[in-house]
């Protein structure tokens, strides 16, 4: 579902009082809200209308450092402005922020053109695709984190070498330990649910300390927007509780990581579920084989979509229900492609390669390309593989690294056809940039081996 409050709530609650501060967000490259807070009686008496914000938004790094190389922003075009559009449709109160409402908004030029870089215009215009061919592309994405005890500033003073996550054991599906955590998890809950995000649930994850938290699926922008607004959210409200979470894809090597799979199907224009196929083996219409087979065939060229950090490929690893081969199975954990719902009219295609530190509407477009490509193209589904992929062998794998996903990534046709040159070298640009940041870093843990051993 879309925001909650229309315009005229929102000025309703103004004049109440009880609405003091409006938040108007754009998404960066790493999927993260930036933008401004403005006095909501200034926004209801037409700052709602546009604001405005430096083009390098798009360019920097996490640390916001002025990335050199871009051809859409940098000191030779002399960072100029976008326009920031608030998207009315996303407007909603902010529960856990006192007096405060909060929109989404799309990054456009002065002729009020999308910025055909900016994360929520690569979205839309694969869902503009779809529509094109008749169809809507439904989604949902599943968020795990890690929760610790932790403030973010006792982490910043002391530093990170002294994590202490809410649980000092495995809690899956447990149902005492996840009691311990109510404080947070169920203002979590609340918070989102105020918001007008469906909620369904939050669970005890497959490691100390963490948290997945689900939420009803939707069409694929409205699923992106959601996304975004509940990882800040949950930001927002344990830091408020004294705590922190992450969600980097693998904070620690030694457990496990944290994932945001990814599920998908095809609706028609009047609501018939288009996967559906009570006859085939698995409950697959020919339209769902040709879209997974498009996501099996173009999956290399997708990853950097999927796993967009050096760190993401840490996660990819045996035994801690990351897949390593984006193969398809029916109902299989080891599988890079899950098939879900077999036998209803909720079947679906599980992405199991993204992790929570993925941009949703880069991730949801490259993924609705490559099956769109695949229904174009009339792609024959490869036979499901089955048992443990971890130990299967000469099969198609995930990139094991970014720069080797950035190759594919950087000459792929499809993507170039779907996306553009100019996204596809844009985002390719930020994934070098990633790589030659991490490359030249001292890491401790080459300290830890080499310092005196070397």
């Known amino acids: 579902m879309p925001g909650s409050m229309t315009l005229d709530d929102l000025k309703k609650a103004v004049k109440a009082g009880t609405i003091d501060t409006v938040l108007v967000c754009g998404i960066d490259m790493w999927g993260r809200l930036f933008g401004k807070r403005f006095h909501a009686a200034f926004f209801v008496n037409g700052g709602h209308e546009e604001t405005h914000c430096c083009d390098y938004l798009l360019t920097v790094d996490q640390d916001m450092n002025t990335v050199p190389g871009y051809k859409s922003s940098s000191w030779e075009t002399g960072y100029g402005d976008y326009v920031l559009k608030p998207d009315m449709a996303t ?18 030029d002065h002729h009020h053109h999308d910025i055909p870089h900016s994360p929520r215009a690569i979205l839309k215009r694969q869902v503009a695709r779809a529509k094109a061919l008749g169809f809507d592309p439904m989604m949902a994405t599943e968020l795990e984190f890690f929760l610790f005890e932790n403030s973010y500033e006792q982490l910043r003073d002391d530093g990170l070498g002294n994590l202490r996550p809410v649980s000092a054991y495995n809690e899956d599906y447990h149902i005492f330990q996840t009691t311990k955590e109510e404080g947070v998890m169920r203002a979590i809950r609340n918070g989102l649910f105020g918001a007008g995000i469906p909620i369904e649930n939050t669970k005890g994850e497959a490691e100390a300390g963490q948290e997945e938290i689900n939420y009803r699926y939707s069409d694929a922008l409205d699923t992106a927007d959601n996304h975004v607004i509940i990882k800040n959210g949950i930001k927002e409200i344990a830091w408020a509780k004294g705590k922190s ?68 490929y840490k996660r990819f ?66 036979p499901e593989l089955s048992g443990d992929m971890y130990a299967a062998k000469g099969i198609r794998e995930i990139p094991k690294n970014l720069r080797d996903a950035a190759a594919r990534l950087n000459g792929s046709k499809m993507l170039r056809d779907a996306f553009g040159d100019d996204v596809i070298d844009h985002y390719h640009h930020a994934c070098q940039w990633e790589i030659s940041e991490t490359d030249r870093v001292v890491t401790d843990f080459e300290r830890q081996r080499g310092f005196e051993r070397a």
């Open 91 to 108: 407007l909603r109160p902010v529960p856990w922020l006192e007096g405060t409402a909060l929109v989404l908004g799309d990054l456009q």
């Open 317 to 382: 690893c045996v035994g801690m229900f990351a897949p390593t081969k984006a193969v398809w199975s029916a109902d299989n954990r080891t599988a890079g492609f899950r098939v879900c719902g077999e036998g209803t009219k909720a079947v679906r295609v599980e992405c199991r390669i993204p992790g929570s530190d993925v941009n949703p509407y880069l991730a949801c477009a490259a993924l609705l390309a490559a099956g769109l490509k695949g229904i174009e193209d009339k792609l024959a589904l490869e």
């Open 245 to 312: 979470v992450t969600f980097m894809a693998k904070y620690d090597h030694r457990r496990a990581g944290s994932s945001s799979h990814i599920h998908q199907s095809l609706w028609s224009k009047d609501g018939k579920a288009l996967f559906a196929d009570k006859a085939d083996k698995h409950g697959m219409s020919d339209l769902m084989k040709h879209y997974l087979a498009g996501q099996l065939t173009y999956a290399e060229e997708i990853t950097a979509f999927l796993a967009p950090y050096v760190n993401s």
